[in-house]
């Protein structure tokens, strides 16, 4: 159903340094990085999409996190939740929910919310029965 998602980012080699260490744990790999277009971009293992893409601005603007938006990532499992957000926050990340069950989404429901280093607001999260 998704092809790709595209955040911006204002630094892309930093980013593209917070983001190998942050979606390692979820198997998803760095499949390139396009400094001359300003861009880069990570897929699964055991797909070619969708992909997650971090770069400049198409409009050449100054980078800026969007009101309202997020972005999503599935976890394995609840202790890869923990993993990716300890990552994020070593890393730089701004804590936005700490890991933990949302029963008001659903009961199995296990996420953790950060910020990155631009600002957009990224969630782990897992569907699973503990």
Known sequence: MISHVHIGTSNLLVAVEFYDAVLNPLNIWRKFVDEENGWAGWKSEVAERPLFLVGRPFNGAQSSAGNGAMVALLSPSRR?????????????????????????????????????????????????AE
């Open 80 to 128: 890869t939740v923990d993993l990716c957000h300890e990552i994020a926050l070593r890393a730089g990340a701004t804590d936005e929910g700490k890991p933990g069950l949302r029963p008001n989404y659903h009961s199995d429901y296990y996420g953790a919310y950060f910020r990155d280093l631009d600002d957009n607001k990224i969630c782990i999260c897992c569907h699973e």
